[in-house]
C-alpha cells in the first residue's frame, strides 16, 4: 500500500485481502440489470472491489452511530438517528450510476435492517425550457444548469427526518424533467445520491451539497479512457434509439453515423471535457473514497483518504 497526498493507495490486489466475503448476495443476471449501457463489470468486480467497499461504509456507519448516539447522551435526550447519506460524483460516462446502483443493492442485501434509497442529482437539473430561457442550453451539466437550492433544500429535508419527500424525475430518453412526475424519498436508513455535481462548488457562501454526506465516493478514470467510453456509449444509444421516434437520440440515429459521432466527438470536447476539467476533476480530493478504472471499466486502485 502506497500513499498519494492525503490518500492512501491501495492496489486492488491488496484491496480484496482486507475484507474475505462470503456468498456474493446477488447473481450474474441481476449484476447485467444493474450496469449502464456499455459499461463493463463482472462478479468478480463485485467480490474483489465493492463487497470490501460495502463492509467499509459499514464501518463509517457504525461510526456515525455512535456519535449520534453520544449525542443524545450528552443532551440527556433521545436523538432520532438521520439517515446515512453517500455521495458518488465523477465524469460523464465514467460509470458511477452502475457503482451506485450496486452498491444500493449490495448495502441493501448485506444489511438487511436497512432500507436504501437512490436518487440522482439529474432530477435537480432546471428543465430543457428554462435552460433556453437563460441561454445555457448548451451548458447543460454545468452548475449554472442545476437547482442547487432546491437540492440542499431537499438534502436537508432528508437529514432532517422529513418523509415522503417529492423530487422531479428526470428522463434520459426525453433528455428533459418529466413534467408533473415525481420520485419520492420515504425515510431511508441509507440515502445514496449521484450525479456529476455532487462535490462541487456550493450554491451559496455557506453551504456544500457534501455538508450532507457521511460518506463520499468519487469515481475516476484517464479523460482519454472516459471519452473513448463516451464516444462507445453514445454509439450504442444510437443503436437502439432508432426504434423510438420519442428518443432524444432518434435524430441522430436515423441520420448519417458519421456526422452524429462528429457532433458527439464535438459535445465531448466542448461541453463534457470542459466540464470535467473545470468543475469536475477539482472536487476529486474532496472525496473520503476513489475508485480508480483502467481499460474496460476495471478498478485498478482505491484511494482512501487518510484524515
Partial sequence: MNERGNYYRIA????????????????????????SLNDRISMKDVEDVYVPLCHL???YMKDFESLT?????????????????????????????????????LLDRLFKHQTVQLITTDGFLYPNAVLEKRGIMDRK?????YDMEKLIDVLNEVKSGKENIPIPKYSHDVYDIVDGEF???????????????????PANQQIYVSDFF?????VDAEPKMIERWYLERFESLLDTAFK????YYYQYAIGDRQTALTMAEDVWKNVNLKNLEEYILPTRGRADIILHKAKHH?????YLRKY
Fill in 183 to 201: 420520485e419520492t424519498i420515504d425515510s431511508p436508513d441509507i440515502l445514496i445520491v449521484e450525479g456529476i455535481n455532487t462535490l462541487q462548488l
Fill in 141 to 145: 451539466g454545468f452548475p449554472e444548469s
Fill in 214 to 218: 457521511d460518506l463520499s465516493i468519487f
Fill in 57 to 59: 461504509i459499514h464501518l
Fill in 69 to 105: 448516539l453520544s449525542k443524545g447522551l450528552f443532551l440527556h435526550r433521545y436523538v432520532k438517528m438521520p439517515p446515512f447519506i453517500i455521495g458518488i460524483a465523477g465524469s460523464v460516462a465514467v460509470g458511477k450510476s452502475t457503482t451506485a446502483r450496486l452498491l444500493q443493492t
Fill in 12 to 35: 486492488r490486489d491488496d484491496w480484496q485481502d482486507f475484507y474475505t466475503p462470503g456468498n456474493t448476495p446477488l447473481t450474474q443476471a441481476e449484476l447485467d440489470s444493474i450496469k
Fill in 298 to 302: 476495471i478498478i485498478d486502485e482505491i
Fill in 244 to 247: 423510438k421516434p420519442e428518443n
